[in-house]
């Protein structure tokens, strides 16, 4: 009877034992499905809400490491700000850049694109700067309009023929620069960039300017050099905030009196056109501090030009000067002088007030030696003296 009693307890414990070992399995199994439902929910979330997007201030791009490879960048998808292929040639846009959503600066130049995907605008929507210098381009796609945080476009060296209709609402634009396009007009659209400070349009064969020139009332520096622009428009006036403007190498055969209403200016470049007079309006310049009238036909300079105070640089080289301007005596900040290919044959002792003085270039006109002489005896602090 007690053998029965011992098996009978043996085959209970076992059960239970069995028991125990069935629920243990299934809380194994358990743990073991929660837990792999705890690892992979947050990724699978992850997966699906929106990465973080971060927009930086135009003072900390420069900060920012460039990236000079798409392979790498790629590596660190949200962390890319500054994007430059400095020797890398393409032939069309890498969809796989459109992957960087952070991206700010994308610099793509001299490469082979003619064309970009409209996709850039929804894909880069942070882009701050975008250079496309040496490219195919011809126009751009319409949709870049809601690229809003867009500061600074350079499309130099490409092949465009009139200023892309999109343009017309990118009106965010601070720096644009097209020069050495086949821009022969500028269309009204231009006007609608109301808070470019600085444009850049050398080289184009533009031979006149649109009255909603003068819309763009922010500029301070403009570069028309190397045109065919005989006058400029009244709006032309309006540009109260110009500091820096480059005319050089146009067809003025007057000099543009529009000029004279732009009070703020401290350089101006007239170099290569094709006047013989200026008149004393242009005395109404005294924050001018560059003056740049090189190869033109003046024979004389209007009275007053020593209200020109703040003037350190000036350039009257390849004119038909045959007296020296006697009020450039009075310009005491002036450190450069270039009077070289005239036709003046004596200089007044008075020039050495110029105190300031560091350049003179006075060659190929008709001093004596005397003169040359003399001038070194007045001038005993000028650095350089170009006889």
């Known amino acids: ?59 900390d791009l420069s900060d ?28 069309y846009f890498p969809k796989d850049i459109l992957k960087l959503r952070n991206l700010q600066v994308l610099e793509m130049v001299y490469s082979e694109l003619d064309s970009l995907p409209p996709v ?30 867009l500061r600074r476009l350079n499309l130099e060296y490409n092949l465009l023929e009139d200023i892309p209709d999109v343009m017309a609402n990118m009106s965010g634009l601070r720096s644009l620069n097209i020069k050495f396009n086949r821009l022969s007009k500028i269309s009204n659209k231009i006007g609608a960039l109301t808070q470019l400070q600085t444009l850049d349009l050398t080289a184009n064969g533009i031979t006149n300017l649109p009255k909603s020139f003068g819309q763009l009332t922010q500029l301070q520096e403009l570069n028309l050099q190397a045109n065919r622009i005989t006058t400029l428009p009244m709006s032309f006036t309006q540009l ?20 004279f209403s732009l009070n703020q200016l401290t350089s101006l470049n007239l170099r290569k056109n094709k006047f013989s007079q200026i008149p004393s309006g242009i005395t109404r310049l005294q924050q001018l501090e560059e003056l740049n009238l090189q190869q033109n036909a003046l024979s004389r300079l209007p009275t007053g030009i020593a209200a020109w105070k ?78």
């Open 1 to 59: 009877m007690m053998r029965k009693i011992l098996i009978l307890c043996l085959l209970s414990g076992l059960l239970v034992d069995t028991v125990n070992a069935q629920r243990r399995k299934r809380n194994r199994d358990k743990d073991k499905t929660e837990n792999t439902t705890t690892t992979v929910t947050p990724v699978t979330k992850d997966s699906t809400k929106k990465r973080k997007r971060i927009l930086l201030k135009p003072k």
């Open 240 to 259: 109260a905030n110009l500091k820096k403007l480059n005319l050089r190498q146009n067809r003025f055969k007057v000099f543009p009196s529009h000029i």
């Open 64 to 91: 920012q490491m460039a990236y000079h490879s798409l392979k790498e960048a790629l590596k660190n998808v949200d962390s890319v700000f500054v994007l430059d292929f400095p020797l890398k040639k393409f032939t």
């Open 310 to 387: 703040k003037m350190k640089k000036l350039n009257l080289s390849k004119n038909k000067l045959t007296n020296f301007p006697v009020e450039i005596s009075q310009l005491s900040n002036l450190e450069e002088l270039n009077l070289s290919f005239n036709q003046i044959s004596t200089i007044p002792a008075n020039i050495g007030q110029l105190k300031k003085l560091k350049l003179l270039n006075v060659a190929n006109n008709r001093l004596s030696s005397a003169e040359k002489n003399k001038l070194r005896s007045v001038l005993p602090v000028t650095t350089t003296i170009i006889y």
């Open 120 to 149: 850039i605008a929804d894909s880069l929507d942070y882009l701050q700067v975008l250079n496309l210098k040496n490219n195919k381009l011809t126009s751009l796609p319409t949709e870049m309009a809601k690229m809003k945080y």
